[in-house]
């Protein structure tokens, strides 16, 4: 069924904006409970961030408890030269933001702000769904299959958890070779862990 997932992706997408703002500041607020209860993210010096979009829940709540906690919070931007690839920028309360050619806002770049994924402990990556199993369905990009591989290879790099509300969870995603199963998902109301 080669349309399986681009089908899910929609629907999940379409879900996803019925939460009303009401439910997503409590998920938001449910998501930092479960930040404060996470020993690898209490340990970490410097984790990588998304900006919420689309629907995905909200990230300000997490990312404000990390910079609170004057953990280095580095957010992605597209990278100019590299299609299909990332870069991470260092992130802050006075970080400028510009659109990128998707409309999400990211950090303007400046190389000086570059955070090399070797200075990344945990990488919280955006998912559209995941199963049982900690496979993850992205938005079709490629781009954090791509900045997982090493991790995926080799278990080097930043260590991958994924951020989803719980009505994201589907029985079992269609897989491509490519796709990066995440060793840890956190949704408002759970930590899981998986053996991949």
Same mark, same amino acid.
């Given at each position: ?5 681009? %089908? ?18 409590? +998920? ?16 970490? =010096?410097? #984790?990588?961030?998304?900006?919420? !979009?689309? $629907? ?10 990390? %910079? ?6 580095? #957010? ?17 309360? *006075? ?6 050619? +998707? ?7 400046? !190389?000086?702000? !570059? ?26 990009? $490629? +781009?954090?299959?791509?900045? %997982? =591989? ?5 278990? =080097? ?10 009505? =994201?969870?589907? $029985? ?22 998986? *053996?991949?």
């Amino acid at each position: 069924m080669p349309n399986s997932r681009p %089908l899910l992706r929609q629907k999940i997408r379409d879900l996803r904006k019925t939460i009303t703002p009401e439910q997503r500041d409590h +998920y938001s607020s449910q998501l930092i409970d479960q930040f404060t209860k996470n020993p690898k993210i209490k340990e970490a =010096q410097c #984790v990588a961030l998304y900006i919420s !979009v689309d $629907g995905e829940i909200d990230t300000n709540g997490v990312i404000e408890w990390c %910079l609170a906690r004057n953990k280095k919070v580095a #957010v992605p931007v597209l990278h100019p030269f590299s299609k299909g690839n990332l870069l991470f920028l260092n992130y802050d309360k *006075n970080t400028v933001m510009v659109k990128n050619r +998707y409309n999400i806002p990211e950090p303007e770049l400046n !190389v000086q702000n !570059v955070i090399p994924l070797s200075k990344i402990d945990i990488m919280f990556t955006p998912l559209v769904a995941f199963d049982s199993k900690g496979n993850r369905l992205g938005m079709g990009g $490629g +781009y954090y299959d791509r900045t %997982l =591989q090493d991790y995926h290879n080799t278990k =080097q790099g930043p260590y991958p958890i994924g951020l989803a509300l719980d009505i =994201q969870e589907v $029985g079992t995603l269609p897989t491509e070779i490519w796709d990066v199963p995440l060793p840890e998902i956190i949704t408002p109301t759970r930590n899981i862990i998986f *053996n991949n």
